[in-house]
């Protein structure tokens, strides 16, 4: 339950968000036991990380890459 | 009959002259069309010499004729020009040489010219030269382009000028011909050999600037559109003005309109490209920001929704569930309680109204029996027997006299 905070997370940015939109879904529609709805809470919160990671990762890297105009960056 | 020669025998050179001049003598008459490649004309001597080239294979044949068959008023026999020749095969035997021998000479017309190229150009069509399946794309930005063109041509220029400017990194290849007469297309067809055999050299230009039907000719010679056909690399050709069309242009696999138009076709515009790729690249920039702070803003409105946000909502209601019933649950308890309390009251009057307690006090007696059971009959009962009264006050031992007063 810890794999968000990998390196390398196996799970991509959109299988992350596809469970993650699919966890939320299931949270609002209601109708769960205590231990259900905080299991998916945990698994929720865990997938958002993963997903935040990913984005982080790409907005790094579209900085790197930045041409010329983005001062002093090669 | 001659005797069959042998190295005994050997015939002399007269014997052997006379025979071939004989066997070629009776092969008559031809008609033969050519192009003029030779003329020569010595001083006042009745003969004159020319020879006559196949324009589309590397062949020729000497002709004479007669000065007055050369110097036919209005035949303009020039070098490059296309005849006509009525001769018959003749062995001159005094020199053991073969000629043509001319009675009559026509100069091929222009209209005729260009029937004719009109007929070369439906027999090259029909043998799928021309096909569009057959036309070679251009390279990109090809680094080598061979360019054959007159020396110092106005055509030359244009090509090596414009493509410069455009493309500062192209390099040529050059090949410099005659760009008329008769030995122009195998002059173009050697510069084509020698560029197509160069496998630097991705592209070749033909260029020549514009000129006279007649000075475009060779541009329309079957062999060299045959070799243009053969070429491996792509060519560009560029011949007269636009308006003329030569069956090389047909051939070629880009046909520009002109030397500057080639220039444009074979190499891209720097700066054009330049800006095709920044904008392509901001493009794709911005594409890609924009799919990710689109990304971003939906994983933000995620994180913020109440079910992700806050958690303790998740208790929230269940807290409120626990609270309700606990107090459904003493209330209900509180109100069974109460019940029972009055059903115990009522029990408890329906006991008091049903004592025989208050009977007694109203002045009844209950008779009964030292076992305790009740007494109902007097016969139950035997003389003498001891019996207990009970009245409102308490008990009263007696004894059963059946005396003479007793009627019972």
Redesign the interface.
């Known amino acids: 339950m810890s794999t968000a905070e990998n390196a390398e997370p196996t799970t991509t940015?959109e299988q992350a968000?596809e469970e993650?939109?699919d966890v939320?879904r299931r949270?609002?529609s209601g109708g769960l036991t205590?231990e259900e709805?905080?299991t998916l809470?945990e698994r929720?919160?865990e997938l958002?990380k993963l997903?935040?990671h990913w984005?982080d990762r790409?907005?790094e890297r579209?900085a790197a890459a930045a041409?010329a105009d983005d001062a002093g960056r090669d | 009959m001659t005797a069959p020669s042998s190295p005994d025998a050997p015939w002399p050179v007269r014997t052997v002259a006379r025979k071939v001049a004989d066997w070629i003598g009776r092969l008559g008459e031809v008609w033969v069309e050519g192009q003029v490649a030779q003329l020569s004309r010595r001083g006042g001597a009745a003969t004159v010499f020319l020879t006559l080239r196949d324009p589309a294979a590397d062949m020729s044949v000497p002709v004479t004729c007669h000065r007055d068959v050369a110097d036919r008023p209005g035949l303009e026999l020039t070098e490059g020009a296309r005849v006509v020749v009525r001769a018959r095969p003749d062995y001159y035997v005094a020199r053991g040489s073969f000629s043509l021998r001319a009675t009559e000479i026509r100069a091929v017309g222009l209209g005729e010219l260009l029937a004719r190229i009109e007929r070369i150009r439906q027999l090259l069509a029909a043998e799928g030269l021309f096909d569009a399946v057959r036309k070679r794309p251009l390279p990109f930005a090809p680094a080598v382009v061979g360019v054959i063109t007159g020396r110092d041509s106005a055509a030359e220029r244009d090509v090596l000028v414009t493509a410069r400017r455009r493309w500062p990194a192209v390099r040529f290849e050059m090949h410099n011909c005659a760009v008329q007469g008769p030995t122009a297309a195998a002059s173009v067809m050697e510069g084509l050999k020698r560029l197509d055999a160069d496998p630097a050299v991705e592209v070749i230009v033909v260029a020549r600037g514009g000129g006279s039907v007649e000075d475009l000719l060779p541009f329309s010679d079957e062999g060299l559109v045959r070799a243009i056909a053969a070429c491996r690399t792509p060519v560009v050709t560029a011949v007269g003005h636009e308006t003329d069309t030569t069956l090389v242009d047909h051939v070629a696999d880009v046909r520009a309109a002109t030397p500057t138009d080639a220039a444009h076709r074979i190499v891209p515009e720097i700066g054009e490209q330049r800006r095709l790729v920044d904008g392509l690249?901001t493009r794709a920039?911005a594409l890609?920001?924009g799919r990710?702070d689109q990304?971003?803003r939906?994983?933000d409105s995620?994180?913020t929704?109440p079910?992700?946000a806050s958690?303790d909502r998740?208790?929230h209601g269940?807290e409120e569930d626990v609270l309700a019933l606990r107090s459904r649950a003493r209330r209900t308890l509180v109100h069974r309680v109460e019940g029972a309390e009055r059903d115990v009251e009522h029990a408890r009057a329906r006991v008091a109204a049903l004592s025989p307690a208050a009977t007694l006090e109203r002045g009844y007696a209950v008779v009964q029996r030292i076992d305790g059971s009740l007494v109902r009959d007097p016969a139950e009962v035997g003389d003498d027997e001891r019996l207990q009264v009970r009245v409102a006050g308490g008990r009263l031992p007696v004894r059963v006299d059946r005396g003479p007063a007793g009627g019972g």
Request: glycine share 2%.
């Open positions: 940015y968000r993650l939109a939320v949270l609002e205590l709805s905080l809470w929720g919160e958002a997903c935040q984005l790409a907005r579209l041409p | 690249r920039r890609v920001t990710l990304q971003v939906w994983l995620v994180r929704r079910v992700l958690p998740l208790l269940r």
